[in-house]
């Protein structure tokens, strides 16, 4: 599926964000590869969220620093060339998604237009990036709604999105947002609000869909059971930093960073509830705010394992801790080599 | 265990819908003969999908809805028909922590007053047990004198159970009360809840859509669809080993870490189940006998109650 040695579909560099005071986002780092799904897990107040609207370019009023820079897609049979997202031109920004990169979010309804029917939505995106017209136009919409798995899509044509259950919303705010077969998809919590096995077919889904069409996702989620149902790999922010960078498989079998290991044993798990815990393991206290942030290393007040030296002494660097042949693995933690299990 | 705190007895909720002045009458059963006891310091899980009727039955319960029929009966005493007034008296011995607890915390007072209110309620001037309560729920006295505004949704969580412990209550009636916070928040008043309950020897019901969540807090946990109370089990019980296909289904359908996505459930061959079970048109394991009526909560096993006529089925689990 993910090809590490090919250039990166997209690649962010030193992304700062702020709203006039204090970082909200502080020199993130990532890349996300070619057909590649990628969570990026955090609390609230990590900044997954604010880092995902200013790659996308949807902040208002926001500082911007760094860069995202996506790599050429094959348009109309050439290749491009690669696009700086951060400072582009609204108009030219508007020429990219849709096309290149698309979104989803939590609440389909608030998305979607009430007063138009879903045939309506869904021919009104075509037609922006696409020359069909006529009969072409309504078996795409048809065959659209079939590919996010809508039982009965002529029918659902007809409907205005108050008519439809929210995973049914989910799924047609999803063939909207690939109706122009992007390369990459922002999908920022698009499963929090659906009842669980709701949750399980639209992530079926998802999958499903990059498995047929290559297309890369950017997946944001507090939710680590969720991101370990998709991902390929997972990205840890805390207080506006990566914190951990790894392949989903050896995030979860031996996480590096002890705010990872703390989310993880925090996460209520079918397992331990058979195995009789009435309690969770909870690291104390709660993530510093933007401004309270200090400079060294910003889990240090809540980390079982900090010491003096190294962890209060200065910013940790997110260094890489994977070896030779082994896949990309990244951790911001001094400590790591000591506290590797 | 041995009494119950509460105790509902076929609960049923419906609402008529009446489509203009001679139009035909439309009934939405939205919780239909629920019957369940939460013992004196214990811990049951209500936990269902949306629409599935638990937060129903906790109004009901809390008696802030009146059921269509049935019983409500807190500490032996038949709370059913009590007027507003005489509810007044014994709402006390039960509380309600919701959601979003700055939706409960008027932003315009300070925390200490409150904290207060229930104090007063119940004619005590001094601040002792405010600061026990406080020391309970984990909070810091120097806090009095802030607004809700100056906390994050956690500690507001904490100080609308401190509150609500202040009545002194044998009952909470936790709704969806951690669904919001974030997970390591999440995992600290959790905790707090079971901490409360051994500590106080509180009972309460706990409400939630998260199987895990709930797994963990819940001594026994019953499992709602559709307005049906369809299965009741100890904990462990219900997650090794569930009886109801439709638990079987939420439990392989709950995401887990480093596991793939379940396969999906293979559907029924029927589609429409009208007076049937109402789990039937969506259960893999239905047959004609399904289709002829609802089957009531039986016993199926030691404290294990399931409402499905094949109890024969061997449904895995955890």
Redesign the interface.
Same mark, same amino acid.
């Given at each position: 599926m993910t090809d590490r040695n090919a250039a990166p579909l997209l690649s962010v560099r030193n992304l700062t964000v702020s709203f006039g005071g204090p970082d909200i986002v502080d020199d993130l780092s990532f890349d996300i590869g070619q057909g590649e799904i990628v969570a990026l897990v955090g609390?609230?107040g990590s900044g997954k969220s604010v880092g995902s609207l200013a790659v996308m370019g949807l902040l208002e009023n926001a500082t911007i620093q760094g860069s995202a820079c996506l790599s050429g897609g094959v348009g109309s049979g050439e290749q491009e060339a690669s696009t700086e997202l951060i400072g582009l031109p609204a108009r030219r920004l508007r020429a990219l998604r849709g096309r290149r990169i698309s979104m989803i979010f939590q609440d389909p309804l608030s998305s979607l237009d009430p007063l138009q029917t879903i045939g309506g939505q869904i021919r009104e995106v075509l037609k922006a990036h696409t020359r069909l017209t006529g009969v072409a136009l309504h078996s795409r919409s048809i065959a659209l709604l079939e590919q996010v798995g809508i039982v009965d899509p002529e029918g659902c044509l007809a409907l205005l999105p108050q008519r439809l259950s929210?995973g049914m919303r989910q799924r047609v705010m999803i063939a909207l947002a690939i109706a122009a077969e992007p390369d990459l998809l922002f999908a920022d919590e698009p499963t929090t609000a659906l009842?669980?096995?709701v949750?399980?077919?639209v992530?079926?889904l998802l999958?499903g869909l990059r498995d047929q069409t290559g297309m890369a996702m950017v997946f944001i989620t507090?939710?680590?059971?969720?991101a370990?149902?998709?991902a390929d790999r997972v990205i840890v922010l805390y207080a506006g930093q990566v914190v951990e960078d790894a392949p989903a498989?050896v995030f979860?079998?031996r996480p590096a960073m002890p705010y990872s290991r @703390?989310? &993880?044993s925090?996460?209520?798990? =079918? +397992? @331990?509830? &058979?195995a009789?815990?009435?309690? =969770? +393991? @909870?690291?104390r206290g709660?993530?510093p705010s933007p401004g309270q942030r200090g400079t060294a290393c910003r889990f240090a007040a809540r980390c079982d394992d900090v010491r003096d030296t190294p962890c209060l002494a200065s910013m940790p660097p997110l260094v890489s801790i994977a070896a030779n042949g082994e896949a990309h693995h990244t951790v911001r933690c001094a400590r790591w080599e000591e506290l590797a299990p | 265990m041995n009494t119950a705190v509460l105790s509902v007895r076929d609960l049923s909720k419906t609402y008529v819908q009446r489509s203009g002045l001679f139009g035909a009458v439309k009934e939405t059963r939205a919780v239909r003969n629920v019957s369940f006891d939460v013992g004196r310091g214990e811990i049951l899980g209500l936990v269902g999908e949306s629409g599935s009727g638990k937060t129903t039955v906790g109004r009901m319960a809390m008696r802030l809805l009146d059921a269509t029929s049935g019983q409500v009966v807190l500490s032996g005493t038949d709370i059913t028909t009590y007027s507003q007034a005489r509810l007044r008296a014994v709402r006390r011995k039960m509380q309600l922590i919701f959601q979003d607890p700055s939706a409960s915390l008027n932003p315009r007072q300070t925390i200490h007053r409150i904290l207060r209110t229930p104090l007063a309620l119940r004619g005590i001037d001094s601040d002792q047990d405010i600061l026990e309560t406080l020391a309970l729920v984990g909070m810091s006295p120097d806090i009095l004198n802030r607004t809700p505004a100056m906390f994050s949704g956690g500690q507001r969580q904490r100080l609308s159970i401190a509150r609500a412990l202040l009545m002194q209550p044998e009952l909470l009636v936790a709704d969806e009360a951690v669904s919001a916070l974030d997970v390591c928040v999440q995992a600290q008043v959790v905790n707090l809840f079971v901490d409360l309950r051994d500590r106080l020897g509180l009972s309460i019901l706990f409400i939630g859509h998260d199987l895990a969540v709930v797994g963990v807090v819940s001594d026994r946990v019953g499992v709602m669809y559709r307005g049906v109370l369809v299965e009741v089990a100890r904990t462990a019980d219900l997650f090794r080993r569930p009886r109801h296909p439709y638990t079987a289904q939420l439990l392989a359908a709950a995401p887990r870490h480093g596991a793939p996505l379940p396969p999906e459930p293979a559907p029924s061959q029927f589609s429409q189940a009208s007076g049937g079970c109402v789990f039937a048109p969506l259960c893999s394991h239905m047959t004609s006998e399904c289709l002829s009526r609802q089957p009531d909560l039986s016993e199926v096993g030691p404290a294990h109650q399931s409402a499905c006529l094949r109890t024969e089925l061997q449904l895995s689990g955890v």
């Open positions: 609390e609230s929210g009842d669980v096995t949750q399980a077919q992530l079926r999958k507090h939710n680590l059971a969720v370990s149902a998709i498989d979860f079998r @703390a989310l &993880l925090a996460a209520p798990r =079918l +397992e @331990a509830v &058979l009789g815990y009435g309690h =969770l +393991e @909870a690291p709660q993530v | -």
